[in-house]
Structure formats: C-alpha cells, structure tokens
C-alpha cells in the first residue's frame, strides 16, 4: 500500500474512492501551455527574505468570488442613494463603518478584516479582467505571467512536498469566460510544475490508488521503465515541456500520497456544519485544511454565481449570507490555530457591478470603483481604506489599481514586489511593473 | 379573434415600478416604486406636454413590491421588501405623504408580493430568503412561514404556511376562497382559506434553473399566478429553464393546471412557435375572462406582452415596449391595458439619475380573427 500523508489533527483521514486524481483532466489543468512556454524553474534567485519567509511557512487562501460580487451588497453599502438596492446596511464594530446588512458576521470581525473600497481597474470582461486580477498585470505576448498561486507556489512551497503547493478548489468546470481561463496557462513562465492541482465537480482526486492487483514491486518497476525512458528522452530532446511533463509525474506520484486529505467527507462533521452545507463554504474548510498540512496557496472559486447580469438581488440575497458565514468562520479558525499571522486571506473578484441595475434585474461589470477584503499575513487589520462617492459610481479617495495591490501582498508575504525574473532572451520583469507602491497603511 | 394594441399614454417614475393598482374609473394610478408610493393623476389621453407628475405619498424601508386599493378607493394597502404591509386611508385626491393607518412586520426578509382578495377581507402575502440548504445549493427550509393570510381590516396573521423559500408570487381566487403561492423551485401550492388547509400542491421543473455552468445553484422559478375566472384552473409562469443561469434566456412560457385534480394536472401551456424568450413576472385576465395577458422582459423575440386565447392558448396579440414589465392591468371596461415596469437605470446625468420607471396605457381592438 501507498504511505499516506498523515493528516493533521483536524481530521482523520482515509482513503476514499470517490476522491481520486482523474489523471487526464488533472494533465489537462496542470499541462496547459507547458508546450508553448519554457520552464525557467529556479531562474528567480531566493532573496534572503523569501528563504526566511519560507522558514515562516507563509501562505495564502484566495477567496475567488468569481463573476464579481456587488460592492453595494458587501463591503461599500450606499443606504438611501438610488443606487443602494434593497439591503440596507449595519454597523460594524468599526464606528461609524456599515457594511450590507447580508453580512452581519463579517460586520461583528471588521477589526479583524483589511477593505479597500477603492479598487480601480481597467478591465471589463472577464477573462480579461480575472487575468489581470490574478497575475497583477496585462498580458504582454508572446510571454505568460505566472499567477499570484504560482509565483507563491514557487517562493514559499517545496515542488517535491507530496502535498500540492497550489490547489484550485472549483466544482464547476465551466463558466463561460472562467473555463478559457482555467484551460489557460496558470504558471507561464514558471512552468507547469507551478500550475494548480484541481479538485473539485468532476476534478476527482482518482486513479492515485494504487489498483490492487498491481502489486508495488511491479509498480515500483513500471515508474522505473517510465524514468528511465523519460531520462533518456529528455537528454535526447531538451524541451522545456519534457522538464514540465516529468514533473507533473513526480507531483503524480506526491499526490498518491496526499489523496486522502482531499477527502471532504473525513473532516470533521461540526467543521462541515460550520462552513457548509455549499460546495463554497466546504471547499473553503478544504483549504484550511490543506494550508495547515503544507499547501501554500488555495484558491476557492466557485463556477462565476456572481456574475449577475439577472437577479443582482435574488442571487446575492444566498451568495452574500453564505460568504459572510465562511469568512468568519475561516478567520476564526485561523486565528485559533495562530495560524493567521502566516497566512494571508485575500476575497476579492474580478471586478465590481454597476451603480445602476439593468432592465434584467442585474448589475453589470463595473471595474471603475469596486470593494476587496483581506486579512491576515503582514495586513493591518481594521481598515478601511479608499472610499467611493456618495453613489458608489466612482473612486472618491485613494484609487487601488492590480499593481499596487499586487505590490501590497507581496509585501505583507515578505517578498520583494520589485524583484526581477532573469530570464534568458527575455525582457526584464519584474513581480510588480512600474514601481508600483505597497499601500502602506494597509501593512502591519 | 385577433387583439391589436395602439399606445395612448406613457408616464415616467423615479425609480423602477414594481407594481400598479388602478381605481374602476382608471383616472389615476398608484405606484408600488423602488424608492417609495406614488400617486400619478392619469390624463384621458396623452398630449406629450403636459405630462402628469407623480406625487410621492408614503414609503417604506426597502423597495415598495405590492400595492392594492380598495374598491370605494379609500384604502391603499402596500407591501416592500422590509417585510412590512402598510394601510394607509387616502382619498381621490391624495398628493401628500400619508401615514398608514397601520404597519405591521409580516416578515423578517422581504415581501416579495402581496394581493388584496376580491372580497376586500384578506391580504396574502409571501417571503422567503434563498440561503444554501445542501451542497447543490437546494434552499434551506425556513424557520418562519413563508405564506401569510392577513385581515384587511388590522394587518391580523390568520393564516401561516410554510413553503420552500424563496416563495415569489401569490393570489388569491376571485371567489375569494383559496389562496395560491408559487417558489422558486417551481413548488405552487393552494390553501383553502376558511380551513386553512393545504389543498393542492405539487412541482413543475419548468421555470427553474440549476447552473451547469457557470453557477452551481438554483436561478429564477415561478414569479407569477392566476386563478381562471372561474377558479378552476390556475396559471403560472416565471423564468423558463436556462442552462447558463445568468443568461436571462429561459422560454417565455406559462403553464395552465388543473389543481382540483389529485395529483394536479397541467392542461394546458404556451404553444412554443408563439414564443421567445425572457422572464415572465406577469398575468392578467382580461374582464370577458376571453383572453389573458403574460409579460415581462424580452430577451429574444418579438414581443414581452403576449395575449392568449383563453381556450385555445394561441397568441392573439402582442406587445413590444421595451421595457421590462412587472404588472399588467386591464381597465374594469376592458377598452385599455396598463403596463408598469422599468429600463434599465440610466447612469448619472448631470448629477441626477434620470427617471427609469414606467407606466404604459394601451388602447384594445379585437379584430378578426387570427
């Protein structure tokens, strides 16, 4: 048999059939654009604080409300202004801070909790807008810009850990904009060694056990046939894509080892009535679960729900309770494991919706004056910062756009938003282009 | 018999109209608004210059849903998305804020409509917040009943039922007797008043969508019914099933049932080659009881007022307003229709946010046949 990762004490964790790796989709995800793009994997020297960071065992969980909720509806409320909508607004236990009356658990924690009210972007369609939001920059062509997971992945995770250093919990593997995004290339220039594991719909942690009539010498004896011949192919043909190939067999053979801890159905029973009953709420207990057993970077989306072009109201009336309830939770459970001042929790979409609702009962794209939150990792917490005006149309004070705030969660991770990659051939990049500043008041 | 429709008049509102009640003579017009009730003086004919302006009279903590007016015009009944029902005692001339009479929390979430019984004894209205019930999104039961049965004189519950939320749209028969409320998972379900029993019930997968894509939860269902005039059989239509639920596309579509029969039956629904697309969030007989009319949104199509052929269920007659319609109204005459609803909020202009809610009057001529 297998050896298994033994779990941590959250829950007892055993095999289970119905949570194995489907290999071809699993190649699908962590393949993608490993033929068009080199690998350049330890071309970006460790600086001594990234190398102390990693010590720290810094990681992140990215809340992805993908589609783009509706800032009126969570953090940036608009009470009695034509734009308000049908939710009125509470206090926090920030004086004279409201946020949506949809979010009466987060309102109790907003001390606890970072809100940039002042998000300003230029994207307005999705796949544009969810690329930008998740690498911090434009694409620049023929070269891919890794993700945030990504770039985290590499700096903080161990690529031989048996435990996946970047995990996309998603359960829906469309979603119009989202499913080119997610069939696109996560790790660019990285290489695909630093792309996501998927889980989650039908992203099933399968064909990872080891059947039982192939017993583990003859195992043992294929991976070696298959080493040998890779080896051999590889001296004979050196492509980056070979490098990615190879890796993604090795992360394989890490993920037979760490399959059980994918299994939702081990966690504990009051964990799962905390943050379920919804897929969302329980993938996003998954990756507390997975953070604390060495992933570095989760990310939790959940098909694109907040794309409310129809039924703003109606939809956000179930979306918003639902990620009230699991922020707080998260963050409470993290803050009991003291696990919160070692990782960042980032809740954010693509973009904001409009002032003004369309003929559909809908909000639009809106990326002129939107609301994100984080908490945790290197974060001040208990601010507000920027505002919108009187109707939410647009950035009042203190403009954010995807640099800076890119430039602040490198910073609060420990790493340096200037660094440049050294790439053969390439232009020089840097993490954050253009010398954009950190926010400093949002850093502790 | 073919209905042909000549636009007389269209007058202009704050905000999105959400609902509309007319007294018998259809001089004047309330408004159930976004942001508050008015009261609109209705011309004989629209000339283009002077347009009536609307008088804002009372208001409520949240969107304003419901509206109706008694029959000697002199109470006004009102219902928002505070859970609140007001009354407020008016007169023909009424053009000041009013304060009702009495205001009572029916609901802790919104009311999403509420109606007057022909009889002018009973209010009904429902409620219910769509919150994660399961892993694929199905509701959580409500922990209060979600359909409620008030004396018109004191806003007293006489009546609670429990539905899946979120419960949508409700009536009452014109007999007066039964009630019937309609969910999101496309649950209808009719109540005997005098008992309070539940007499029929039952599911059509018709109107309601679950995201394959996109979103995995559940997205639109039954957003209107109607009793037939002879209360026999029941309507209902909302927003058809949508594989993407956020492309607004479901069938414009309407289902007729026959709900005495046990289990109820449908017996009838909107011909397909007579349809197109968009959400359907209103019904309305015409007085002969020879024809109803369906509307809402269009989002593919020709029309988003479709009138059908009481027997035979064939579009008879159509409308294009472009407008999204929330109500539909024929004058007790049967000689007009009333559309109320609203496009799309327009974005800030010189400081303000021009005027988004619409009433629409429409004069009818049966014609030949079809």
């Known amino acids: ?444 | 018999m073919k209905l042909e429709l000549k636009k007389t008049g269209r007058y202009s509102f704050p905000m999105g109209l959400l609902d509309f009640c007319l007294p018998a003579n259809v001089q004047r017009a309330y408004a159930a608004c976004m942001d508050g009730i008015y009261a609109l003086d209705l011309p004989p004919a629209d000339n283009n210059r002077d347009k009536p302006v609307p008088k804002r009279i009372g208001g409520h903590d949240s969107y304003v849903s419901s509206i109706a007016l008694s029959a000697n015009n002199t109470t006004l009944y009102s219902a928002a998305y505070d859970g609140r029902v007001h009354s407020r005692a008016i007169n023909e001339s009424t053009s000041d804020s009013v304060e009702p009479t009495w205001n009572e929390a029916i609901h802790s979430f919104w009311s999403w409509q509420m109606v007057l019984s022909p009889d002018e004894k009973w209010l009904a209205s429902v409620t219910g917040q769509y919150l994660a019930g399961a892993e694929d999104y199905t509701p959580q039961p409500s922990s209060e009943a979600t359909v409620k049965l008030m004396d018109a004189v004191q806003g007293k519950v006489i009546h609670a039922w429990n539905m899946l939320p979120s419960v949508q749209c409700v009536t009452i028969d014109p007999s007066s007797k039964y009630v019937a409320a309609a969910n999101l998972m496309g649950d209808v379900a009719v109540y005997e008043i005098e008992t309070g029993r539940e007499v029929a019930t039952w599911r059509t997968k018709s109107f309601t969508s679950w995201g394959i894509i996109k979103s995995h939860c559940y997205i639109g269902g039954i957003f209107a019914l109607m009793f037939s005039p002879d209360s026999a059989t029941l309507y209902v239509t909302g927003m058809g099933d949508m594989r993407d639920p956020m492309a607004g596309n479901g069938k414009q579509l309407w289902q007729r049932f026959d709900w005495k029969k046990s289990p109820p039956e449908k017996i009838q629904e909107s011909h397909a080659d007579d349809t197109g697309e968009g959400l359907m969030e209103a019904l309305a007989f015409h007085p002969s009881g020879k024809y109803f009319a369906m509307g809402g949104r269009l989002r593919g199509g020709n029309w988003n007022v479709g009138f059908f052929d009481s027997d035979s269920g064939r579009l008879i007659g159509q409308a294009k307003t472009g407008m999204r319609i929330t109500t539909i109204r024929f004058s007790a005459d049967g000689q007009n229709v009333f559309f109320g609803g609203m496009q799309g909020q327009p974005g800030l202009k010189d400081g303000k946010f021009p005027d988004f809610g619409y009433l629409e009057r429409f004069a009818i001529t049966e014609a030949g046949d079809v």
Not at chain 1, 22 to 31: A, N, T, W
Not at chain 1, 36 to 46: K, P, R
Not at chain 1, 322 to 350: K, N, P, Q, Y
Not at chain 1, 384 to 401: R, S
């Open chain 1, 1 to 444: 048999m297998p050896s298994f990762v033994e779990p941590c004490a959250s829950g007892n964790v055993h095999g289970h059939v119905d949570h194995r790796l489907h290999r071809r989709l699993f190649l699908q995800g962590s393949m993608a654009g490993a033929a068009s793009v080199a690998s350049f994997q330890g071309l970006f020297t460790l600086p001594a604080y990234a190398q102390e960071a990693q010590k720290k065992g810094k990681r992140c969980i990215l809340l992805w409300l993908c589609g783009a909720p509706s800032q009126f509806e969570t953090w940036d409320p608009k009470p009695g202004r034509p734009t308000s909508g049908p939710f009125g607004s509470i206090p926090s236990v920030i004086p004279g801070v409201h946020v949506s009356s949809l979010m009466p658990k987060c309102a109790t924690i907003l001390d606890k909790l970072t809100v940039i009210r002042s998000m300003k972007t230029d994207q307005n369609e999705h796949f544009q807008a969810i690329d930008l939001l998740t690498r911090g920059e434009p694409p620049r062509p023929p070269f891919t810009r890794p993700l945030l997971g990504s770039v985290l992945a590499q700096q903080f995770g161990q690529l031989d850990h048996p435990v996946p250093q970047f995990v996309l919990l998603d359960p829906c593997p469309e979603g119009n904009e989202f499913r080119a995004f997610k069939a696109g290339n996560w790790a660019g220039w990285l290489g695909a060694e630093y792309g996501p594991v998927r889980y989650g719909g039908q992203y099933k942690i399968e064909n990872v056990i080891r059947p039982d009539d192939l017993s583990e010498v003859d195992h043992a004896d294929r991976e070696a046939l298959r080493s040998f011949l890779s080896k051999k192919f590889t001296n004979d043909h050196q492509e980056a894509s070979v490098k990615s190939y190879n890796a993604i067999f090795e992360r394989v053979k890490g993920l037979m080892k760490a399959a059980p801890l994918f299994d939702l159905n081990a966690l504990p029973e009051a964990d799962r009535q905390r943050y379920g009953p919804g897929t969302f709420g329980l993938h996003t207990l998954l990756a507390r679960h997975l953070i604390e057993n060495g992933s570095t970077f989760v990310m939790v989306a959940n098909g694109m729900p907040w794309d409310c072009h129809v039924f703003n109201h109606e939809t956000h009336q179930m979306l918003v309770p639902e990620l009230d309830r699991v922020v707080f939770e998260l963050l409470h459970d993290l803050s009991e494991r003291a696990m919160l001042d070692d990782t960042l929790v980032l809740i954010m979409g693509e973009f904001g919706r409009t002032p003004h609702l369309n003929e559909a009962r809908g909000r639009d794209h809106y990326p002129n004056a939107w609301s994100m939150a984080m908490a945790g990792c290197g974060i001040k917490p208990g601010v507000i910062y920027g505002a919108t005006d009187e109707n939410g149309v647009d950035v009042a004070e203190n403009p954010v756009d995807q640099r800076r705030l890119f430039a602040t969660i490198y910073k609060a991770l420990g790493l340096d938003p200037y660094q440049t990659y050294d790439l053969p051939g390439f232009p020089t990049f840097h993490r954050v282009e253009q010398n954009a500043a950190p926010i400093a008041e949002l850093l502790a």
